[in-house]
C-alpha cells in the first residue's frame, strides 16, 4: 500500500467527568485549546484548513441534529471546512483515521480532528439505558450497553474458565492507572472484593465492570511530515489503520468469545504498518466493560485466545508488564464520551511516545503504540489506528 | 360438528388470595388466582392454549380456515386483536371467523358461532378459542376473585372423538358484572345476592333443566363459578339428586380464580377426556346459554390439560400490582424508537408475530428477521424462501440485566437460541431468567413485548424447559 504519511503535531484533552457546569461548546474549546497548547513551536489556528468533529450521540445533548457547522464557531474558526463523523464507539477514532486520509491524500494540509460528547445532560436512564428501546421492536428490545458485551462474558467464562475475579483484576488495574492521570473521570483505586460486591448490572457483569457515563472532548492536530517541522521537532506518525465491520444483530456473531470486527480492523492496522502484535509497546484498548479488555488483548494478538482473563490476573497488562494496556485509566477510570474517547485515547498514545506520561509512562521499545474501538449494534465496528515515533 | 383436539393455558403465577386480603386488612381468603406478568394478555394466552390444541390435532396450521375467539378483554378494544392471533398462529390467509365479546358469555358465543359455520360447511376446520384475564378495580372484593386462562377446541365437520347434540338458550336484560366505556377495569356485581337470585341461578337453572329434558344421564357439567360459591349452589338445584357436586367442573376455581369467558371450556377440558355426556354452561350480559357435548372416546389434548394448569410459581401482591401497572415508578417512560403505527410495524408485523426467517435457498442460512436480510449473511446469496422458525433450542449464551429504565422490568433476561432445526435468535427471556445456563432445552412462546403508545406489540420470549409432569392418573382425577 502506497500512502503519504501522517505527523501528529500537537494533541490534548480536558479533564473527564460528569462536567454539569460546562456546554458541549465549552468542552470542544477547552479540548482545542489543549491541543493547540501543546503543539511545541506555538500554533495559529488559521493554519487549520479542515475539521473533522467526532460526535457520536447528538441525541444526548438534545441536539440531534448536529452537523460540522456545530464546532467551528465555538472554536473561533467559523468558515472551515468542516464535516461531522459518526460510527458508533469507534467514532473519535474513525474520525482520526478520516482525518489522516484527508491529510495523506494532500487535499487538506493542517487538520484538526476533535471529539467532543456531552453524556450527562441527561440522567442514566435517558441516556445509554434509553439506547433499550432503541432498534428493532423486539429483536433487539432491551439491549442496553452491557447487553453488548456481557453475553461474551457468560460465553468467556464457560469455555475457557475466565472468572469474575479474572474481570475484576481489569477494574483494579484500570482504576489504579487512572489515579495516575490527571484527566481521569476516576481517581480512586478499587480492590478486586470491590469490583465482585458491586451492584449487579448485567449478569455476569457488576456496577464496576462498568465504564461511567462521562462527558469529555478531545483534539488532535494532523499535518503532513514535511509540514510538521513547523510545528514540532518531536513528531508522532501515524503508521497504519483500519476499520472492520461484522453482522449487525447478536445472534449473527459467528463467535460469542471474541470480536470478529477488532480482528480483521487489527489485522489491516498491522498490515499497513508493517508490524506484528509483538512490536506494540502500548495500547489503549476499549474497555467499555472489564470483558470487553479481555477480548481485546486476544483479538489484538497479544495474548492467545482464552487466556485474556488469566493474563489480566497475573498482570501482564499493568504498567510495567509485558505488554501495557489503558494506561489512562481507560474506559473504566478516565470515562467514555463516546465521540472523544477514540481521540483521548490517541492523545494518551501520543504522551507515551513522546516520554510525557509522567507516573504512568511505559517503556518505549519499539516505538509503537495501538489505540482501540469497538461498539455499534452487535459490537459490528472496530477502528485500529497505531502511532509510531519513526519517521519511515 | 365434532370436537378433534383440546388445549388449555394459564399463566405460571399464582398470588394467593390471603395476600390480597391481608394488604387491605381483611381476613385471609382462600386458594390462589393465576395471573398474568405483565407481559402476558388474553392474547398470549390465546396463542397458548390454540397453539396446543393444534399439536393435538395434529393439523397443519394453513389447514385451518376459520377461528373464533371469545374474550371479554381482547387486546385492542378496536383494533386487529383476531387478526395478530392469527398471525401467530399462521391460519390460512382466507381463514374466516369472528371475535366474540362484550360480556362473559363470550365463550360459548364463540363455540356456538363455531359449531354453526362447520355445521353449514363454511369451513373445514375451525379454532374456537377462549381466553381471558380479568382487570379488576384494585382494593375491591372482585380483586380476589379473577384469575386468567385459556382453553381452545378444534372442530370439524364429523369423525371426532365428541359430538354437540344440544343446545338451550335463555336471557334477561340483567346487570352482572361490567364497564363502561372508558373504564379499564371490571366492576364487581352490584350485589351478589341479586345476581344470584335474579341472574345465575334462575337463567342458569333454566338452561340445565333445558339440556336434561331428553337426558337418561345427568353427566357431568363446567359452568363458571364467579365467586367459588355459585356452582355448588347450582349443581343443587340441577335435578336435586342426581348431580353430585364433585360432577361440576368449576374451571379449577379454587386455583386459577374466575376465568370469565374462558371458565366454561378450560372447566370442560379435562373431562374431554372420558366418555359420556358432558354439559357446558355459560352466562353473562344478561344471557346464559347451555350445550351439551357427548364424549365418544378421549379428546386428543385433554390428556395433558391437568399439567398444563399446574403451573404454579407463587408470587407476592406487590408484584402482581406491578405488572398489572398499578404500581409504576416515576417519571417518564422511554419511548421505542419506532412508532406501533409507523410503516415498519406493517413491513415486519407478519415476520415478527409469525417468527419468520428467510432461509438462504442457496446455503440454507436462517437470516432474521426477513426484511432486513436482503442479503444472506453467509453466502450472500439473494434467494430466500421465507419460512418460520422451530420454537424450540438450547442457549447459546445468555444474560439477565437488572438496570432497565421504565417500562422495562427487571430482571430481564435476553438469550441467544440455537434453535433445533436451524437458525439462531436473539430474544428476551418470557421469566427472571434464574434456570437459564449454557446448552440448556428452551421453548419460544408468545409475550407482549411492550405497550406503546397505546399499542399492544407482541413477539416471542424464550423459557427454560421443564419437565412435564403429567399422567393419566392426574388428568382423570
Known sequence: MSWNRVAVVG??????????????????????????????????????????????????????GIGGNTIPSAIGLAGVACTRVENACPTGSDAFRVGCMAVASGVHDVVLVIGVEKMRDKSSDEGLLARAAAGHPVYTRGESAPVLFAPFATRHMHEFGTTREMLASVAVKNHHNGVL??????????????????????????????????????????????????????????????????????????????????????????EMAGISPADVDVAEV??????????????????????????????????????????????????????????????????????????????????????????????????????????? | MSIAAVGVAAPEWRVPVASIDAAW????????????????????????????????????????????????????????????????????????GALLSGSTHAGLDALLAAADAVAAGRVDTALVVTSDALLPATGTGHETSAGAGAAALLLRRDGGPARLVHTAHRWEPRLDRYRGDREPETRETYDGRLFREQAYLPMLGAVGDALLVDATDAGRWSLPDPDGRLARALAKRLRAGTTSAQDVAAADRTRLG????????????????????????????????????????????????TADLSGGEEVAYTRVLRSRGVLRPTGESVEMAVPPGSAMFGRGAGEMLGLLAARCVDCGTMNTPPDVHPTCISCGSTKFDVVPLGRTGTVQTFVVNRTM???????????????????????????????????????????????ERGVPVYGWKVLTRRPVAGTDEEVTS
Not at chain 1, 497548547?37 to 444526548?60: E, K
Request: glycine residues 12%; proline residues 7%.
Open chain 1, 11 to 64: 494533541a490534548g484533552l480536558i479533564h473527564m467527568g460528569e462536567l454539569f457546569d460546562q456546554s458541549y461548546e465549552q468542552m470542544a474549546r477547552g479540548a482545542f485549546d489543549a491541543a493547540v497548547d501543546s503543539v511545541d513551536h506555538g500554533f495559529d489556528p488559521t493554519a487549520i484548513d479542515a475539521v473533522f468533529v467526532a460526535t457520536q450521540r447528538g441525541t444526548l445533548w438534545g441536539q440531534e
Open chain 1, 181 to 270: 492521570d490527571p484527566y481521569a473521570h476516576f481517581r480512586n483505586e478499587v480492590t478486586i472484593e470491590q469490583v465482585l460486591a458491586a451492584p449487579p448490572v448485567c449478569s455476569p457483569l457488576h456496577l464496576l465492570d462498568c465504564c461511567p457515563q462521562t462527558d469529555g472532548a478531545a483534539a488532535i492536530i494532523i499535518t503532513a511530515p514535511e509540514r510538521a517541522a513547523d510545528f514540532t521537532d518531536r513528531p508522532v506518525f501515524v503508521a497504519g489503520f483500519g476499520v472492520a465491520t461484522d453482522h449487525p444483530y447478536l445472534h449473527e456473531k459467528s463467535t460469542y468469545v471474541g470480536l470478529p470486527a477488532t480482528v480483521e480492523a487489527s489485522r489491516r492496522a498491522y
Open chain 1, 286 to 392: 476499549h474497555d467499555c466493560f472489564t470483558i470487553t479488555e479481555i477480548l481485546d488483548i486476544e483479538d489484538l494478538g497479544f495474548v492467545e485466545k482464552g487466556r485474556g482473563g488469566v493474563a489480566s490476573l497475573e498482570g501482564e497488562t499493568v504498567l510495567d508488564g509485558r505488554i501495557p494496556v489503558n494506561p489512562s485509566g481507560g474506559l473504566l477510570a478516565k470515562g467514555h464520551p463516546i465521540g472523544a474517547t477514540g481521540i483521548a485515547q490517541l492523545t494518551e498514545c501520543w504522551w507515551q511516545l513522546r516520554g510525557q506520561a509522567d507516573e504512568r509512562q511505559v517503556a518505549i521499545r519499539n516505538g509503537f503504540a495501538l489505540q482501540h474501538n469497538v461498539g455499534g449494534r452487535g459490537s459490528g465496528v472496530s477502528v485500529v489506528n497505531i502511532l509510531t515515533t519513526n519517521a519511515s
Open chain 2, 25 to 96: 386488612g381483611r381476613s385471609p381468603g382462600r386458594g390462589t388466582l393465576a395471573v398474568c406478568r405483565s407481559d402476558e394478555d388474553p392474547l398470549t394466552l390465546a396463542w397458548a392454549a390454540a397453539d396446543r390444541a393444534v399439536a393435538a390435532a395434529g393439523v397443519a396450521p394453513s389447514g385451518i380456515d376459520g377461528m373464533w375467539w371469545g374474550c371479554t378483554r381482547p387486546p385492542f378494544a378496536e383494533g386487529p386483536s383476531w387478526s395478530t392471533l392469527a398471525a401467530t398462529l399462521h391460519l390460512a390467509p382466507e381463514a374466516d
Open chain 2, 258 to 305: 374466575d376465568l370469565g369467558s374462558a371458565a366454561t371450556l378450560v372447566g370442560a377440558a379435562a373431562a374431554l377426556g372420558s366418555p359420556g355426556p358432558l354439559h357446558l354452561l355459560g352466562v353473562g350480559g344478561g344471557r346464559a346459554t347451555g350445550c351439551t357435548v357427548i364424549v365418544d372416546a378421549p379428546v386428543p389434548g385433554a390428556e395433558r390439560v
Open chain 2, 405 to 451: 429504565p421504565s417500562p422495562f422490568e427487571a430482571p430481564l433476561p435476553l438469550v441467544v437460541v440455537d434453535l433445533d432445526d436451524g437458525g439462531r435468535i436473539q430474544l428476551q427471556g418470557g421469566d427472571d431468567g434464574a434456570e437459564l445456563s449454557i446448552g440448556a432445552p428452551v421453548d419460544l412462546v408468545l409475550r407482549r413485548y411492550a405497550v
